[in-house]
């Protein structure tokens, strides 16, 4: 039974469909379950910093729940996505049930999306890769595939990686740079590997070309279908989603960076180099994203088996909770600079 726990994933999407079904006042039924509930039941709940055992985790690995919970994300989040089309462009509603259903959709197509998106992107498994860039399609942000295992995964950390929070930046300034700086890097990041397989840049091999041509026809498809209401729903829901991730981003590796070495390089990523959290709820409801630091020091460790490692800086809440504090930076800034070691502060 205890593998089963990853099914509170699927809260979310739940109490976003009763808010798209209902309607009314129903439709902020996400954001409070999301930043509020679930925030308090972290606080409630004690951390577990619990590792498995090699038996253990050899044993989960062998477990295919754990993976098709993950694929079930993807009718969930299209049909979700595709029932709120529907009920914002089909039937009658107020301008405050369509601003609730936006932000309930896009909080999904975070969580449920981009989130799951970014595990299945880390698979070797040519399908799940495909199921992976599938649950990006929706957030409009295909190249975050690119972007985070060539650019992120490498720079993590540094001031080259757009993905790290410097110092004392807030996460609305954070939001500015990082999308920016993203969708500039993995173009870049596209050339280069065309470059290194010989591929001229008008070419079938350049995935940037395929998924900006699969974003515009999505959202070409919804307008014909649905109405300028639809593609409305569609392109803003697709932003609270990016803008969600880019919170998660801003947390992950505010304020840390890694020392150059005499060499005049970086030192490699270290299970330092990425905020942790053993919050229960949040780990339970992200996937273990919010063990990151071992993520990062082996990133194709599947979600079930990450660890948690006593050199990893801890932050004081969990993920959801963390988000909710840094949308106000002095408090956030209060909290966490004190946190973060002094010699990895750079003015």
């Known amino acids: 039974m205890k593998d089963l726990k990853y099914l509170a994933a699927f809260s979310i ?52 729940i754990f993976d098709w919970m993950l694929y079930l994300n993807l009718p969930l ?4 996505m595709f029932f709120g089309i529907y009920q914002a462009s089909m039937t009658s509603i107020e301008t405050y049930e369509l601003v609730g259903m936006i932000i309930s959709v896009g909080i999904v197509l975070g969580v449920n999306g981009i989130n799951v998106a970014h595990e299945l992107g880390h698979r070797q498994a040519t399908n799940e890769r495909f199921i992976g860039k ?5 957030s ?51 050339q280069k590997l065309l470059k290194n397989s010989k591929k001229a840049f008008f070419s079938v091999k350049n995935d940037m070309f395929w998924y900006v041509l699969l974003q ?37 590796h505010y304020g840390l960076m890694r020392l150059k070495t005499k060499s005049g390089r970086y030192e490699r990523v270290k299970e330092m180099h990425s905020w942790n959290s053993n919050h229960i709820i949040g780990r339970i409801v992200l996937y273990e994203l919010t063990r990151h630091s071992d993520h990062h020091f082996k990133s194709s460790k599947k979600y079930q088996v990450l660890d ?37 502060i750079i003015s």
């Open 216 to 252: 515009i026809c999505f959202l070409l498809t919804i307008l014909v279908v649905f109405g300028t209401i639809g593609l409305v729903f569609a392109f803003s829901s697709a932003v609270i989603g990016v803008l969600l991730l880019e919170s998660v981003n801003y947390i992950e």
């Open 308 to 344: 948690c490692h006593d050199e990893s800086p801890q932050m004081p809440f969990g993920y959801p909770t963390s988000m909710v504090l840094a949308m106000i930076p002095p408090l956030w800034f209060h909290i966490m600079n004190k946190r973060v070691p002094k010699e990895m």
């Open 13 to 64: 999407p739940i109490v976003a469909f009763i808010g798209l079904l209902f309607k009314g006042n129903f439709v902020f039924l996400t954001p409070v379950f999301a930043f509020v509930i679930i925030p308090l039941l972290e606080l409630t709940f004690p951390v577990n910093t619990d590792n498995l055992s090699t038996e253990a985790a050899d044993g989960k690995l062998k477990r295919n």
């Open 77 to 80: 989040v299209y049909g979700l």
């Open 140 to 190: 409009q942000y295909m190249h975050f595939y690119i972007e985070h295992n060539f650019g992120h995964h490498l720079h993590a950390a540094t001031p080259e990686d757009p993905a790290t929070a410097r110092y004392n930046q807030s996460v609305y300034s954070f939001w500015l740079t990082s999308i920016f700086r993203q969708y500039v890097n993995a173009w870049n990041i596209q």
């Open 134 to 138: 599938a649950l990006l399609l929706p």
